[in-house]
Each structure stands twice: as C-alpha cells, then as structure tokens.
C-alpha cells in the first residue's frame, strides 16, 4: 500500500513547475529553460477531440493555464488565442504576466498544439 503512494507521490512531482526557474526564464527569454519546465506541466496533456474541437486541447490549454496560475503565484496566465498561429502544427498562445523587481512584464508562450500528440512549449516572446 505504501508504495502505491509513494508511486502517485512520484507521479505527481512530475507535473510540477519550478515557479522560480519559470518566471525567471519567463523575464530572459530563455526558451530552453521554459521548454523544460512548460512541457512538465503538459506531458499528460493528450489531445480529446470534440464536435466543438477538432484538434482535441482547448480544455486541455485551459488545464495548463490553470496549472501555471495555481502552481506560480508569481505568474498571471491567460489564454490569447487557441489554434491560431497557421503553423505545422498549430499553435496557441498564452499571455503571462511576471512581476519582475516591482515591474509588470508581459510575455506570449506560444504552445504547439498537434492533433495526434500532447500540447508542448514552442517559444516566448514580447506581448504584441
């Protein structure tokens, strides 16, 4: 019994974020850092399709925005568009906010959203 909670411990962990890795990468533009700490946060993150969604990840968007924003306190993450940017793959956007030194920053993390794989961190750059 002990170790079948030790296993879902285990898993768990998997899905968490280092807030302080992330907003700062968020801040530096550093997208081999966001990779790695957005992709835990969608590696369940399997497409569902839908009648309203044929790429199957506008829930699956949301859950990630809500695990940024329940996870980083330090972070406000919205959705900007889902599917929107004509890539192969598409590709969805979320604007954070990131208080950095008493400044409000605004970045866009642009997410691959696939129709047949998890959704997974592309890059970061400026709000429009």
Same mark, same amino acid.
């Given at each position: 019994?002990?170790?079948? +909670?030790?296993?879902?411990?285990? !898993? &768990? %962990?998997?899905?968490?974020?280092?807030?302080? #890795?992330? =907003?700062?990468?968020?801040?530096?533009?550093?997208?081999?850092?966001?990779?790695?700490?957005?992709?835990?946060?969608?590696?369940? +993150?399997?497409?569902?399709?839908? !009648? &309203? %969604?044929?790429?199957?990840?506008?829930?699956? #968007?949301? =859950?990630?925005?809500?695990?940024?924003?329940?996870?980083?306190?330090?972070?406000?993450?919205?959705?900007?568009?889902?599917?929107?940017?004509?890539?192969?793959?598409?590709?969805?956007?979320?604007?954070?906010?990131?208080?950095?030194?008493? =400044?409000?920053?605004?970045?866009?993390?642009?997410?691959?959203?696939?129709?047949?794989?998890?959704?997974?961190?592309?890059?970061?750059?400026?709000?429009?």
């Amino acid at each position: 019994m002990s170790l079948l +909670l030790l296993l879902a411990a285990c !898993e &768990d %962990d998997s899905l968490d974020a280092d807030c302080t #890795l992330l =907003t700062d990468a968020l801040v530096h533009y550093d997208n081999e850092t966001l990779k790695a700490e957005v992709d835990k946060l969608t590696v369940d +993150l399997k497409p569902q399709t839908t !009648e &309203d %969604d044929w790429i199957g990840h506008r829930k699956n #968007l949301n =859950t990630l925005i809500n695990r940024l924003n329940a996870q980083c306190k330090q972070v406000e993450a919205s959705l900007f568009c889902y599917a929107c940017v004509e890539t192969l793959p598409l590709q969805s956007e979320i604007t954070v906010l990131v208080d950095s030194a008493g =400044t409000q920053v605004c970045r866009m993390i642009d997410i691959v959203t696939p129709e047949e794989e998890s959704l997974s961190y592309s890059y970061v750059h400026a709000c429009y």
